[in-house]
């Protein structure tokens, strides 16, 4: 399976012919949706979604379908059945990858702000993404897509989080919000001028892509 870094929150999970999209938020550029053959979003905040561009990449390619939960659905309504409503607790097989659903809600970013749904993905049991949550799958995971920055997280909570799912290897989301310096000072707590954690971490740029 190859690993592609897009824009933000956005990754693409590729096996051959088969290209799985994770998150193709406002931040990340379209192009992220050329060739997909399916779509996973974890919640309905714009830098994850954005209705109006995933329904023309629907409209375009006939035979991409949407995995997320219920909110997003509503906001694609008429889309039919190309629209899967998954939660906590369900595995599904989409695109021939095996994907596993985990956590319920959005992390609390003001006690006086609703919290929306949000749910994470374990992708063939390699690759989670918790979109905007600190959710802990209770299950080995190989490489970890790491929220790095957030309104609703401090770099302490980030650490914990590393430390907490203990998985082989973490790659940076959620980033899209940070300069170089930024980057720069968060990749150094989590790394060699930080507390430590049990997980080896790394940052892709847009477009760039591992082997996992």
């Known amino acids: 399976m190859e690993l592609t870094k897009h824009g933000h929150a956005c990754v693409v999970l590729s ?3 088969r290209r799985l999209v994770i998150d193709p938020g406002a931040f990340t550029d379209p192009v992220a949706l050329d060739g997909a053959t399916a779509v996973l979003v974890t919640h309905e905040h714009a830098d994850h979604f954005v209705a109006d561009r995933l ?3 629907l409209e375009a390619t006939p035979s991409l379908e949407v995995w997320t939960n219920r909110s997003v659905a509503a906001a694609l309504e008429g889309a039919g ?3 899967h409503v998954v939660g906590a607790g369900d595995a599904v097989t989409i695109a021939g990858f095996e994907v596993q659903v985990h956590g319920e ?3 609390e970013i003001h006690p006086e702000l609703p919290r929306v749904a949000n749910i994470g993905f374990l992708v ?5 993404h918790p979109g905007d ?3 802990v799958p209770g299950t080995p995971v190989p490489t970890l897509l790491l929220p790095l920055h957030a309104p609703w997280s401090r770099t302490a909570d980030v650490i914990d989080y590393v430390r907490e799912v203990h998985a082989d290897q ?3 989301v959620h980033d899209g919000l940070l300069n170089d ?3 720069g000072v968060l990749s150094g707590l989590l790394g060699e001028r930080g507390p430590g954690t049990p997980t080896p971490y790394a940052r892709l740029a847009p477009g760039e892509s591992v082997e996992l």
Request: aromatic share 12%.
């Open 15 to 17: 096996d051959g012919e």
């Open 55 to 57: 329904r023309a990449a």
């Open 81 to 83: 059945s190309r629209v």
């Open 105 to 107: 809600l959005h992390a």
């Open 124 to 128: 063939d049991e390699q690759v989670f």
């Open 133 to 135: 949550a600190f959710t």
């Open 170 to 172: 973490a790659f940076a």
């Open 181 to 183: 310096t930024g980057l």
